[in-house]
């Protein structure tokens, strides 16, 4: 989503950084171009005002232009005024009052409410281990109550009956009374919406929300938007009262605006975010994680979120067990494959990586990508059970008929075994025995930089499944202030927990040196 944005203040900011002294002009000249790129990304004008006012105010003070990094202090204000900007905390679903919860979605028609209410409800249902009761109250859109229940059977989660003729407010009614004859602890009324904001409209959720009494309101809106999302908001916020945003299709390639827009403007926090269409696509919105990635800083948090939430912690120990041991066959290889996929590929993990955005562009002109993926999937697909165990009998009238089988051809085949060729290696000389095994040293030595003591888990990572969120952005710290910056983040080739990563040293990409999959650790000074 703020790829564009990401680019462009990335390449303002990385000017000031490198220069030894600024100016009161050098930061004048670098906050016009904030400024252009803010509005270009289709961030509401008086947003931006406000924004490059404050960040100027901050920025041109005696204490910035003459501290010894002035521009690394420059880009640490526009971090905090985006955070402050975005929210500054991440706000979730509040689910303090009485059962049953009543949540009201509001929105106009296209912004994905009712997809939106099913992935709620799914998330609340796993997550929160509530029992939550969907009602549509769209009456005029075709088979909008259809859609609903469907969705409901495909999340396993209670719908309300359809009476035919009732009246949206009746339906609410009936909504909250069955949730509470049924036991159900949250009930979400996915309202009608218009192509616009018209006043029958607004009528109608004043009224809803009159019989309902809703907890919360969420307003879903489209975050490809644009600058009319801070109209829709204000209006929204004015007429009904909204405590919440939700912004869908987060995962496309508007400019974005919109999610630094309407925070700004309601003062109302932005709770989740669409990441995509399956029903488990949804995120929590976390401004600092956000600005992270908007100044290109990564969201290694996010990441092991994701990986513990993707990948099967038992399958992940007996893997990372099996390459201490040294051993690492084609089964496993494809294990790695879909465990990158699950984790939104390549290009998603670089995205989240401190320092690697800017790799993805790389990546992808290398062949890097997740259709190379499927392509390696189905070669080891169509393998037997001997041939993925044992590599080495794989010779020239085997590859043939794998090559059809896979539809592909004898030299992907040979660079897929290259590539298991260089990762056997590398576990080897990782886990092998002498004084414990390359990795161990390794993330010994880093351990003791950082100051984390004993390490667990994993390959010899810190045992981050256990951490919870606080402890994650804690060791984040920790890490950039040992100096992990750019180009210098350890064992991409083994996150502890996550199983590892095929090796990236393969695809010969630029930074990425060392060994296969092991960009090169920060040098002594």
Known sequence: MFESLQDRLGSILSGLTGRGALSEADVSAALREVRRALLEADVALEVVRSFTDKVREKAVGAEVLKSIKPGQMVVKIVHDELIEMLGAEGVSID??????????????????????????????????????????????????QEQLRQLGVQTGVDTLPIIAGQSPTDIAARAVQAAKLGGHDVVILDTAGRTHIDEPLMQEMAEIKRKSNPHEILLVAD???????????RNFDERVGITGLVLTRMDGDGRGGAALSMRAVTG???????????????????????????LGMGDIVSLVEKA????????????????????????????????????GGMGGIMGLMPGMAGMKDKLAASGMNDKMFDRQLAIIGSMTKAERANPDMLKHSR????????????AEINKLLKMHRQMADMMKMMGGKGKGGMMKQMMGGLAS?????????????????????????????????????????????????MGGMPGLGGAKLPGLGGLPGLPGLPKKK
């Open 95 to 144: 689910l303090r009052a009485a059962a049953p919860v009543v949540i009201m979605m509001v929105g106009l028609q296209g912004s994905g409410k009712t997809t939106t209410t099913g992935k709620i409800a799914k998330r609340l249902t796993d997550r929160e281990k509530k029992k939550v009761l969907m009602a549509s109250l769209d009456t005029r859109r075709p088979a909008a």
């Open 223 to 233: 975050s490809l938007t644009g600058q009319d999302a801070v109209n829709l908001a």
């Open 268 to 294: 109302k926090p932005i709770k989740l975010i669409g990441t995509g269409e399956k029903m488990t696509e949804m995120e929590e919105f976390h401004p600092r994680r956000i600005a992270d990635r908007i």
């Open 399 to 410: 590859k043939k008929r794998i090559a059809a089988g896979s539809g592909t051809d004898a």
């Open 308 to 343: 513990a939430e993707n990948i099967d912690a038992e399958k992940a120990a007996a893997m990372a067990k099996k390459m201490q041991s040294g051993k690492f066959d084609l089964n496993d290889l494809a294990e790695q494959l879909k465990q990158m996929k699950s984790l």
């Open 449 to 497: 930089k950082m100051g984390l003591g004993g390490m667990g888990g994993g390959m010899g990572m810190p045992d981050l499944s256990k951490m919870d969120p606080k402890q994650l952005e804690a060791l984040q710290k920790q890490a950039e202030a040992a100096g992990l910056k750019p180009g210098g983040m350890p064992g991409l080739g083994g996150m502890g927990g």
